[in-house]
């Protein structure tokens, strides 16, 4: 969960995770109360090719080796 790191964890966390091909790096982003979720790594470049926001009302979709599982709701994830 990010509260005091969370500039790190969107850029050198994130840069490594792409790098090492990690396909999805969440950031549960404290402050703002939103999940941020980070796909499609690119090596080369170490970043993420797609993003996507979630809210405390949303139902975070989960995939895990190709078999889709049930969402996560994202207000479950806030203390």
Not at 47 to 61: C, R
């Amino acid at each position: 969960m990010a509260d005091s790191s969370l500039e790190r964890d969107r850029t050198t966390k994130k840069r490594i995770y792409a790098r090492a091909g990690i396909p999805v790096y969440w950031i549960v982003n404290l402050p703002e109360k939103q999940v941020e979720v980070y796909s499609n790594p690119d090596r080369e470049i170490a970043d993420y090719q797609e993003s996507q926001i979630f809210n405390l009302n949303s139902e975070i979709p989960v995939c895990l080796l190709g078999t889709n599982l049930s969402p996560i709701k994202a207000q479950g994830l806030f203390p």
